[in-house]
């Protein structure tokens, strides 16, 4: 006798996976019609997940009031395969009576006996944002949580897109930009909390503004100390006094990145006009003072990266810009190509400029290899223009063009954004996914809308046009100078070192 096949307790989840659209519908007809037939529940790797709620709704086709209560829980990863096997088998037993068979496809099988092998306590979390890509669904909260906190700033980066001097005052007729706003203490505190219960490594605290000038930027990295979460910081370091030291270094921030793009005063005017030459010289000591404070407290985690943006006006200073990293007691030294827009474009590299960014970096390599030795391991250049300038575009700047749409954006299970105008936003390119108002974060993040926009970025290809409840589109210009470029490149690392490269897209076993 011919079994019914059942893939999901909806038409969507059904249908996606069988590939034929109205499926579901054909099935649960041909269910009722033929009570007396065998329901074959199929599991693979999109619906294994959601055991209880397939099982549930195959007995009411049944006519059976039985509520399965008991979720498959893919923690621990190093011992999912046997639980899962384990649960079937009890599953199997009950459901023999009912006229229901479960069989779960060789895929899923590979997929969970892999996770098992290479799970360990320290990777468990990226590993379960892994499950959640090749699922197309989400088990654990983002790695990183961006939070604007203020929108004000004591400098002027000529590249940067909300205070640069060259932008059309038109730019700041949005509410956030009209006058000084920053986030609340009860908005924040109550972020932070579902932060936690969900599964967030790192709080950053950048975004519109300078970070250090919101008015309880102290309590502000306290509270996120308390609650055993890492702060990841972006400054230009320019109001580091001894209380902002203190703060940084007591309170577990683990990356404090200081945004400088210069090795010289005159070029440090040149991108921040509204500065003096003494005010480079005071930068310069903030960051000694910085770093001589983390010593004295032996302060092993706190991470002291110099960032530096290229562009036409400082990109003969790579070099010098390694050496002053290394003269302040920076940990790091990070370079990124300038993110071109309409009123930076003056700052575009050219094709001469850039063969002799990419000709210094070498020699940046070997300085810093120099460096390492001589700090017994404590000091590192950063891998973030490697992949910029294997994609730069020598016409337009662009370093991103069409990378994501041939492999795939995965930024939506690693990466959540709040923005003082009260919105969670799917990456830094500024796309509303939804307003906090008097919802919670982790609601918002395992919201079914949340999970649309992320598969849907999975497929960015067949997806270009979707749009966000601002009318942003998944992929526009901005998409070309990816800023979450880091955390994309670091999750395709991930999916090629735990061997996973073969689950994220392939179709599972056909379905006959």
């Not at 549930?56 to 006519?63: G, I, S, V, Y």
């Not at 006229?99 to 990777?123: C, P, V």
């Not at 579902?194 to 930027?217: C, Y």
């Not at 700090?375 to 294997?390: I, M, P, T, Y």
Request: charge should be positive.
């Amino acid at each position: 006798m011919k079994k019914i096949q059942l893939f999901g307790y909806n038409e969507e989840l059904h249908d996606k996976i069988t590939c034929k659209k109205g499926d579901f519908k054909k099935q649960i007809n041909n269910i009722k019609k033929k009570q007396k037939k065998t329901i074959d529940i199929k599991f693979n790797k999109l619906n294994f997940y959601c055991i209880d709620k397939i099982i549930t709704f195959a007995l009411r086709l049944k006519k059976e009031k039985i509520i399965i209560k008991q979720p498959f829980s893919v923690k621990p990863l190093n011992n999912i395969l046997n639980n899962w096997n384990k649960q079937i088998n009890k599953y199997k037993q009950k459901l023999r009576k009912n006229n229901i068979s479960i069989t779960t496809n060789n895929e899923l099988i590979e997929l969970l006996d892999n996770l098992q092998k290479k799970s360990n306590e320290q990777d468990e979390n990226d590993l379960l944002r892994l499950l959640g890509i090749i699922s197309e669904t989400i088990f654990i909260g983002p790695n990183q949580l961006l939070l604007d906190i203020n929108n004000r700033c004591n400098t002027e980066c000529v590249y940067c897109w909300i205070h640069s001097p060259h932008i059309k005052k038109k730019t700041y007729s949005m509410d956030q930009y009209k006058k000084p706003k920053e986030i609340s203490f009860e908005i924040f505190k109550r972020i932070i909390d579902d932060a936690t219960k969900i599964g967030v490594e790192d709080i950053v605290m950048v975004g519109d503004g300078e970070p250090t000038i919101h008015s309880q930027f102290n309590k502000l990295i306290k509270y996120i100390n308390k609650k055993g979460l890492s702060t990841m910081l972006f400054s230009n370091g320019l109001t580091f006094n001894e209380k902002k030291i203190k703060a940084i270094v007591d309170n577990n921030v683990g990356t404090l990145q200081i945004s400088i793009s210069a090795a010289t005063p005159k070029t440090y005017i040149k991108l921040h006009p509204s500065t003096k030459k003494q005010e480079f010289m005071n930068l310069k000591k903030n960051i000694k003072k910085l770093a001589k404070y983390k010593h004295k407290k032996k302060n092993k985690r706190l991470r002291i990266v110099i960032v530096n943006v290229i562009n036409n006006l400082n990109y003969h200073e790579l070099v010098k810009m390694t050496n002053f990293a290394w003269k302040v007691g920076a940990n790091e030294v990070g370079f990124q190509l300038i993110d071109l827009r309409d009123y930076s474009m003056y700052l575009k590299l050219s094709k001469e400029q850039i063969t002799r960014v990419k000709k210094d970096f070498k020699k940046i390599r070997l300085l810093t290899k120099i460096y390492y030795l001589l700090s017994f391991g404590k000091f590192f250049v950063g891998h973030h223009l490697d992949r910029q300038l294997e994609n730069i575009n020598f016409n337009t700047g662009d370093w991103s063009e069409n990378v994501y749409t041939k492999r795939g954006c995965f930024i939506g299970w690693w990466f959540a954004y709040y923005r003082l105008n009260d919105i969670f936003t799917f990456c830094c390119s500024i796309k509303e996914v939804e307003k906090l108002k008097h919802l919670r974060f982790k609601d918002i993040w395992f919201s079914d809308n949340y999970n649309k926009f992320r598969i849907a970025g999975k497929y960015l290809k067949e997806n270009k046009d979707l749009e966000f409840k601002d009318g942003r589109k998944l992929f526009e210009s901005k998409c070309n100078n990816c800023d979450n470029t880091g955390h994309l490149n670091k999750i395709q690392r991930l999916i090629k070192e735990f061997e996973l490269e073969k689950f994220v897209f392939n179709k599972f076993e056909e379905t006959k």
